[in-house]
């Protein structure tokens, strides 16, 4: 609660946009930290992410000035301090729920661990069949359990996120599961938009939305 | 040309995160079409969509006044005029680049035939072991190609856009073969920022941005 505060008064409401761009130089800070480069210019964030030069500095004015005129932003110092800002500074307990191609691809997805996203639970429907196709993920055995088990290893394993790859005809049912734990909040990759129940934050992640706003570019 | 040039004298530019939120609009009406829904009011578009009301009928506006007050938003009509504004209203040509768990996923994703996102070739450095995994699509069997083909079949086949679903070592790479050939747009899927030339336009797609995006709004 202390810490909410202190964040809260550190950094002001800062716009959904500029968050999704903070994300993508979190991305992009780590690439070019794995390079061992030290020092990152706004027109090479912005070349790398898509943006232009005056809008990194933009985004990077609202929570105070990390650059050095000239030379650049601090690689190190600045991923930090994005990693605050989003609330990735902390370890955050993950579900994965329905493991077909997706559910498969989140789970052997090696940024999750990078940014301290950490997958502790998977469920399917058939998880016998699904643990035959999946064997390890980071050297450590993926355990697969029963969907009939979500409620209760949501509370014992203090899982906070919950991430839907069911195919598109279970995923409602899913979310009304996940409503009724502990979970703060859910991901859902099916193809369809679910709802979630008594104010647990729901998003929707659509593949067709990346390539949506491609096209328009491409059209325009 | 004709038809770029009327396209935008029809509708106006339209910022990024309206794109954004017609796309998530988009999959909310295709639902409620697909439920045999009529009408939608800005109130329901809104919870699906995790915005406010009032946001959506401001999107709306970008492009005309589609509701009848009091009534709602035609699903037919309304989904009619957001494939048009966002350049979905045509057929677009679709090759993916590593068929590991995600490209997988790409190629059963039903919604992408839905919108007229057509994959019309895999790519893979392993085709046959590959084809082991992955039997059909849509009833049709998916052809996986050796890599070493894909300038050849992006020219043969039209293709426009190159999704690219490799490891991330191989991510680059694959990149640069593409900017090398007629594609129009490139997606990248794998966890790390890759870079086009020539001006193709690219966008870098991670998941963790949209966790990211929870966890800042579960924190703040």
Redesign the interface.
């Known amino acids: 609660m202390n810490e909410?505060v202190h964040?809260?008064s550190k950094y002001p409401?800062?716009p959904?946009?500029t968050?999704?761009r903070?994300?993508?130089y979190?991305?992009?800070l780590e690439?070019l930290e794995s390079k061992n480069e030290k020092v990152a210019s706004s027109a090479l964030l912005a070349?790398?992410?898509?943006v232009n030069a005056a809008q990194v500095r933009k985004d990077f004015a609202y929570f105070g000035e990390f650059g050095i005129r000239g030379m650049g932003y601090n690689v190190k110092e600045l991923k930090f301090h994005i990693k605050e800002?989003?609330?990735?500074n902390r370890e955050?307990r993950?579900a994965v729920i329905g493991i077909?191609?997706?559910g498969?691809?989140?789970l052997?997805?090696?940024?999750?661990l990078k940014?301290n996203?950490k997958i502790v639970a998977a469920f399917d429907i058939d998880p016998v069949s699904v643990i035959g196709r999946i064997s390890e993920r980071m050297g450590k055995p993926v355990e697969i359990l029963h969907v009939d088990m979500l409620k209760e290893v949501i509370k014992a394993r203090n899982i906070?996120?919950g991430i839907i790859t069911t195919p598109?005809g279970a995923a409602q049912q899913i979310a009304d599961l996940l409503s009724e734990t502990e979970i703060?909040?859910i991901?859902n990759f099916a193809?369809?938009?679910v709802?979630s129940h008594g104010n647990i934050?729901?998003?929707?992640?659509?593949?067709?939305?990346?390539?949506?706003?491609?096209?328009?570019?491409?059209?325009?």
């Open positions: 909410k964040k809260m409401k800062i959904g946009a968050i999704r903070l994300s993508n979190l991305k992009a690439d070349e790398i992410c898509n800002i989003l609330g990735v955050w993950i077909g191609n997706m498969s691809a989140l052997v997805y090696k940024d999750f940014q996203y906070e996120i598109p703060k909040g991901l193809p369809l938009p709802r934050p729901l998003r929707n992640i659509f593949f067709t939305a990346a390539l949506d706003n491609l096209v328009y570019y491409l059209s325009n």
